[in-house]
Every structure is written in C-alpha cells, then in structure tokens.
Nanobody
C-alpha cells in the first residue's frame, strides 16, 4: 500500500515563492503519473499541475500557468511543485496524488488518481 507524504507548506508573503515536495513509498514511482491538487476553504478540490510518468507531458491550470512548475525526481521518489509570484488566492490545502495510466500523458482528472497525501497548507498573506 503506497504512502504519500507532502511537505514544504507554510506562510509566505504575496509575491513570494515556496516549493512543495511529495515523497511516495510503496510503489514503483517511475511508473506513475503524478499531480498536485488544491482545495480552497468551502470549495471542491481542483487540479493545479500534472505530470506524466516520463516527465515529458505536463498540464497546468490556467490560474497557475507561468507561475507554478511541476517536476519529479524518480531517483528520490519525489515530486515537486515550485510556486512563484504567489497570490493570496493561492491560499489553500495542497495535495499530492499518484495514478497509473497506460498512456504517457499528464492526467488531469481527479478520479484517475489512486493514492493521495494528507495535504500541506499554503497561506499567502501579508
């Protein structure tokens, strides 16, 4: 059974940067598509950034395009989300997820992810 652990959340000022990490144990990391999702208070979870198992195919939500960057290090079983130019509206709980899909494309549908972390809180405030 896979274990997903996020880290790196915290409080940052508007315009600042933060990098989230997600380490996954208990599966063949290189075989899985990976993604970051977030949930705003009182709202449903939404996709932020997604990465295929090869790392070639990436997909970003329009709200973060050009500011957030997703990457993976298969040797460390770790997924990253580099967040720059942060805005107060980026405040929320951020979740890492892993899913298996036969085609090497970035997977954006939440239902296609099998393993989820508990989340790490990101707060953007002055």
């Amino acid at each position: 059974h896979a274990q997903v652990e996020e880290s790196g959340g915290g409080l940052v000022q508007p315009g600042g940067s933060l990098t989230l990490s997600c380490t996954i144990f208990g599966l063949t990391f290189a075989d899985y598509h990976l993604g970051w999702f977030r949930r705003f208070p009182g709202k449903e979870r939404e996709g932020v950034a997604h990465l295929s198992r090869s790392g070639i195919s990436k997909f970003y939500a329009d709200s973060v395009k050009g500011r957030f960057f997703i990457s993976r290090d298969n040797a460390k079983n770790t997924l990253y989300l580099q967040m720059t130019s942060l805005k107060p509206e980026d405040t929320g709980m951020y979740y890492c997820a892993a899913g298996y899909y036969s085609v090497d494309v970035a997977i954006i549908r939440e239902r296609d992810y099998t393993y989820w972390g508990q989340g790490t809180q990101v707060t953007v405030s002055a």
